[in-house]
């Protein structure tokens, strides 16, 4: 499937600063543990440990950061790696600005009812609502909602 259309999600600058802390700190403790700094490091089987969690932090930021929407020739697409959902133009009844899901929702791909959200932050998104499946309305948070909803808008005539 070749998109002909793509925004990437957008994010907040708090989880951005999350992220990166989140990362500086393992990377921190990874140093410390190798370094012997503040009596990490002395338990072997914590070097091992370390560079697991490393490897699972930065495959989650690899994701979460990866996440995308696409418009195709016969659907929607929302990617967040290395998860795909599809939406073909055929089930779509309605293409509508929300802010519906509260901010403890959290970040990334959230399942709130029949709501599948995709999320980098809180903020004005794009809702695909739909006739058919066990989702009825798809939640994305684009970096510019207003050209997304446009152009699905267009690709649905």
Do not use: C
Not at 93 to 102: I, M, Q, R
């Amino acid at each position: 499937m070749i998109g002909f259309y793509e925004q990437k999600a957008a994010y907040s600058k708090q989880i951005r600063l999350l992220m990166v802390t989140g990362l500086l700190l393992i990377l921190a403790f990874y140093i410390f543990s190798l370094t012997g700094l503040f009596g990490f490091g002395t338990d072997p089987e914590e070097r091992h440990f370390l560079p697991l969690i490393l490897l699972i932090y930065l495959a989650a930021m690899w994701s979460f950061f990866g996440m995308r929407f696409l418009i195709s020739s016969d659907s929607v697409v929302a990617i967040f790696p290395p998860f795909r959902y599809s939406i073909p133009f055929s089930e779509i009844s309605s293409v509508e600005f929300t802010e519906e899901f509260p901010w403890y929702m959290g970040w990334g791909v959230r399942i709130w009812g029949r709501r599948l959200i995709f999320a980098g932050k809180h903020a004005k998104a794009v809702a695909i609502r739909k006739e058919k499946g066990f989702f009825r309305t798809v939640i994305l948070v684009s970096e510019n909602p207003d050209e997304f909803k446009k152009r699905v808008e267009m690709a649905l005539k």
